[in-house]
């Protein structure tokens, strides 16, 4: 709060000061200030592309850093003993993932944690090898200082497109977020609800006899 006084064209001041009131938003954080919520689900109804909490699911090197058009600045950082990775970029190009080819059919939806330094919304979807079609992806509106957690569902991406190979995934992009200069993310993975079927669980307590 502050006070207003009045002064006339002589020098005098009003005897009583007005106390005004003032209400301002909160400042934002443009990077984290806290690590990203933890996840929960089992490892086996989990396929991590990228998270402190699981393993990496495909079988080759991954690349967090493709930028097509536009490369970022990407730095990779670390709270409480959590990692996450931070973009710096006008987005008009997109941020893209690559990793080895993995099926997510058994899957049911794909989880994403982002911290934006503004209000907006970002474009992010999953890729599929082999059709020039095969981006699958959906817009979040994302609110600036917090971690803006989603799931999407697998259905709900190929509804999107219905060239989206399900059995084939090896990209997942971040596209056209000109609103924004800064975001991170954390906990992308997929993952199912259920248990996996029985028919194909790993094989336990094996023995050989020779």
């Given at each position: 709060?502050f006070e207003?006084t009045?002064?006339?064209?002589a020098g005098?001041?009003?005897d009583?000061p007005a106390?005004?009131?003032?209400?301002?938003?909160?400042?934002t954080?443009?990077?984290?200030t806290e690590?990203?919520p933890?996840p929960?689900?089992?490892?086996?109804?989990?396929?991590?592309?990228?998270s402190?909490?699981?393993d990496?699911?495909?079988?080759s090197l991954?690349?967090?850093n493709?930028?097509w058009?536009?490369?970022p600045t990407?730095?990779?950082?670390?709270?409480?003993?959590d990692?996450?990775l931070?973009?710096h970029?006008?987005?008009?190009?997109?941020?893209?993932?690559q990793f080895g080819?993995?099926?997510?059919?058994l899957m049911?939806?794909?989880?994403?944690?982002?911290?934006?330094?503004?209000?907006?919304?970002?474009?992010m979807?999953?890729?599929?090898a082999d059709?020039p079609?095969?981006?699958?992806?959906?817009t979040?509106?994302?609110?600036?200082g917090?971690?803006n957690s989603?799931?999407?569902?697998?259905?709900?991406l190929?509804?999107a497109?219905?060239s989206?190979?399900?059995t084939?995934?090896?990209?997942n992009?971040?596209?056209?977020?000109?609103?924004?200069?800064t975001?991170?993310?954390d906990n992308?993975y997929?993952y199912?609800t259920t248990?996996?079927?029985?028919?194909?669980?790993a094989?336990t307590?094996?023995?050989v006899?020779?």
């Amino acid at each position: 709060s502050f006070e207003v006084t009045a002064i006339d064209a002589a020098g005098k001041e009003s005897d009583t000061p007005a106390e005004v009131e003032v209400t301002m938003a909160a400042a934002t954080s443009p990077v984290p200030t806290e690590a990203a919520p933890i996840p929960t689900w089992p490892a086996d109804q989990v396929m991590s592309i990228y998270s402190n909490a699981y393993d990496f699911a495909p079988a080759s090197l991954n690349s967090y850093n493709e930028g097509w058009y536009l490369p970022p600045t990407m730095a990779e950082e670390n709270i409480g003993g959590d990692n996450y990775l931070r973009y710096h970029t006008n987005m008009s190009g997109m941020v893209g993932w690559q990793f080895g080819q993995i099926s997510v059919a058994l899957m049911e939806y794909i989880h994403v944690d982002i911290w934006p330094s503004e209000d907006g919304a970002i474009t992010m979807g999953p890729t599929s090898a082999d059709d020039p079609n095969r981006v699958a992806s959906v817009t979040l509106n994302v609110v600036a200082g917090q971690w803006n957690s989603f799931n999407i569902s697998i259905a709900e991406l190929q509804a999107a497109n219905a060239s989206f190979d399900v059995t084939k995934v090896f990209q997942n992009q971040f596209i056209g977020y000109s609103a924004q200069t800064t975001f991170s993310v954390d906990n992308v993975y997929f993952y199912r609800t259920t248990p996996p079927p029985a028919d194909l669980a790993a094989p336990t307590d094996v023995t050989v006899n020779s």
